[in-house]
Every structure is written in C-alpha cells, then in structure tokens.
C-alpha cells in the first residue's frame, strides 16, 4: 500500500504550496472585505479582480484541475496524490476555487464527464473545466429528511418533449453565484411500484430556466456565505427537455453515488488542511502570546493540547490517505465504508483542532480578527453535507456487524 507521490507529482505539489503562502493567503483578508461592499451577491470589481487573476495564474502556470484522477483531461493523479493537493488547497477559503477543485463543481463536473451526453459536455462540463462558470447540485429538500435519499420527492412528470418540475431544494451550495449556470438535480420520476431505489433521477436545468425562484439564502450560524451561498429554490413548471435526464430514469441513486464518494473524501482532505493551518495559528499563538508572565504554551495543559491535535491530524490523515488507497483499487462498493469513516472522523478531529485554537486567542478567536470562527461553522457544517455523522456510522457498523453474522442488519 503506497500512501506517497512519485517525484514529478511532489514537484507539483511544491508550486501548490508556494503559490498559497506567497500569492493567495496574503490577499484572503482583502477579497473577503470587498464581499461587504455593495451587492453581496454580485461578483464584480476588486473581489472578481483578486481572485479571477489568481485563477489565471493558477491555470497559466498547469496548477489547474488537479481533482481530475481518472480522467486524460487532468494531471493523472490518483485519489492519494490528490489528497495531498486538497489538503494544501484546504489551509486557504479561497485555495480550491484558486486551482479549479471546488465543490459542488468537481463532483458536477464528473457527473458530466462520466453521464453526460456529449452535448451537455461541448455546454457545461467545457465551460465548468475552464472555470468560466460556476454550478450547484440541488438534492436536500426542506419538508423531507434528506439524508435517506429515497425519501427525495421532487416532481418531475413527463408531458411531451419535456419533463416538468414542481417542488422545492434547499441547502443548494453555490446557487446564489451569479456565475452558476447549470443546476444538476435529483428528482422522483418513479412510482410507488418501482423499486425504492429506481424511483429518482438525476436532470441537468439551466439555471435561468423559467419557472425557478430563489427564494432565500440559508443562514450559517448567522452568516449567509455569500456569494456562494446555500440557496432555498422553487420550482413552479419548470419545463426542461427529456433529453437532459442523466443515463434514464430511475437512475439517480446510481449517479449519486458514482459523484458523491469523490465528494466526500475531497471534503475530508479539505478538512485536515484547515486542521493543519488551525494548529499553526495556535502554535503561533502560544508561543508570542504572554500571560501570568509566561507564554501561553507553558500554562495549563496547553502542552498536552497541542500535543493531541498533532496526533489525532496524523490519525486523520492516514485513515484518509487509506481510503483514497482503496478507492484507487476501483471497487466503489469495498470503499464505501471506508469513505463514511473518515467522513465522520475528519471533520470531528478538524472540528476539535479549530475549537482548541479558538480557545488559545481567547475573544479574538471567536472574531472577525482571525479565520477561525467562519473555519469553525464551515467544518460543523460538514458534519451534516454529503450525510450526516450518523448516517456514516450506520454504514461502518452494519459492515463490521455482517462480519460475524448472516443475519441482515
């Protein structure tokens, strides 16, 4: 089992982690400032400056779509080189978008690439690899629990050349950016006569399409994380041609989870690289911060703080880089229970890391004057996004439970 790089790739990695110190870090402050400015929901002046110019950077430079393992269209990493390369890009909020690896366009993008017909490639998946546009995957519903996606209840009947969509998403990431252009959503096209996992289908609707309402940001812990932000949407006949229904109906759950694995583990490498650059913060800060006359690294058990969130990152990532080990082998069903434990374990262990730092700023962590309070309700979030903790524990458990019985758990 080989958790490393070859040369060439280290080599990449090291322009990564040099173009995130020098160039994108230095300027986070300043693109998050413009955001208050005018229209939170516009992506103009000094905010599109800052980061579009990045962006060119980053792609004139071949620092460009990295999260492409399996695809002749990427670098050719596999998933353990890549997790290296998300866990750089996760130090920064800006550092995914910077190199073309944020989410949900990655996991659209191989949606695209993988069901896509080769007109939806030549409109969508073009434009999203150049990263001209931007796009959102529409699955939660607000009346409905999400999380067992049998119970997804959208109305998408057919009626001629179309189907027509009726029925409400919410928690639509990336909805609210005016640069979204494409919406890939899960929909019910099958009755109670199917089974109950041939029931939904997976459609690809413009994001202009008459008939779509966007109906409120959805707040976090406060913060509505425009310009991105996670959109409540309505759909009132929304007529979309039948050839946009992704391999068929009845095949969403199939797509799901073709798109959703990569999803998750890119989540988890993400989350270790903003564990990472919280311990570093809070190194720093015990270290040049004095208090009872001494640095705050010698009171308490400060010592035995840092200690553990050194070693519970290093559990973290090897259980992440295991997991991308197996998915690499290709056999998604042997990687699913591996991907649901570091989807509870990386975003607990980055959560506590965060949590810890916050404490050693005191009042200052918990405000504006540091990244750590938006880092805080980002990876809290992810305890619920792409499946909440106990629904990824059910999995390991029923998987560890067949071990020792024949029973169906």
């Known amino acids: 089992m080989f958790l490393g790089m070859r040369p060439e790739v280290e080599t990449l990695l090291e322009q990564v982690k040099d173009m995130i110190r020098s160039e994108v870090m230095p300027v986070e402050e300043e693109y998050h400032a413009e955001i208050a400015k005018g229209d939170r929901w516009a992506y103009t002046g000094r905010q599109a400056d800052i980061l579009e110019g990045l962006k060119a950077k980053a792609r004139a430079r071949g620092l460009w779509n990295f999260w492409l393992t399996d695809s002749t269209r990427g670098k050719g990493l596999t998933t353990v080189e890549y997790a290296y390369f998300a866990e750089e890009m996760g130090k920064t909020p800006l550092g995914a978008e910077v190199f073309n690896c944020s989410a949900p366009d990655t996991g659209n993008m191989e949606v695209f690439e993988r069901y896509g017909s080769e007109a939806m490639k030549e409109q969508w998946l073009k434009p999203l690899l150049n990263g001209d546009i931007r796009s959102a995957y529409l699955m939660t519903e607000p009346d409905v629990a999400s999380s067992d996606a049998t119970n997804i ?190 989807k509870v374990v990386a975003p607990n262990v980055a959560l506590k890391v965060i949590d810890e730092a916050v404490q050693m700023h005191g009042g200052t962590g918990i405000s504006q004057d540091t990244p750590l309070a938006i880092a805080w309700t980002q990876v809290r979030t992810l305890r619920l996004a792409d499946g909440p903790d106990a629904v990824h524990r059910r999995q390991v458990a029923r998987k560890e439970l067949k071990k020792y019985t024949q029973q169906k758990v």
């Open 153 to 342: 209840s959208m109305s998408c009947v057919a009626d001629g050349g179309d189907f027509v969509l009726n029925g409400e998403k919410y928690w639509s990431s990336g909805a609210g950016d005016p640069r979204c252009k494409v919406y890939i959503v899960m929909v019910k096209t099958g009755g109670e006569d199917l089974p109950v996992h041939n029931r939904q289908s997976m459609i690809v609707v413009p994001a202009d399409t008459p008939g779509i309402e966007i109906l409120r940001p959805m707040m976090v812990y406060g913060h509505d994380d425009a310009p991105h932000g996670h959109m409540h949407v309505k759909f009132t006949n929304v007529r979309v041609p039948r050839e946009n229904i992704l391999l068929g109906e009845g095949r969403g759950f199939e797509i799901a989870q073709g798109r959703l694995g990569p999803g998750r583990i890119h989540h988890c490498m993400r989350a270790i690289g903003q564990a990472e650059a919280a311990l570093e913060r809070m190194c720093r800060r015990a270290l040049d911060r004095e208090a009872f006359g001494k640095p705050l690294a010698h009171l308490g058990a400060n010592y035995d703080i840092i200690a553990n969130c050194r070693m519970e990152i290093e559990q973290a990532r090897l259980l992440c880089l295991k997991t991308a080990w197996i998915m690499d082998q290709g056999d998604a069903r042997a990687a699913a229970p591996w991907i649901s434990q570091i």
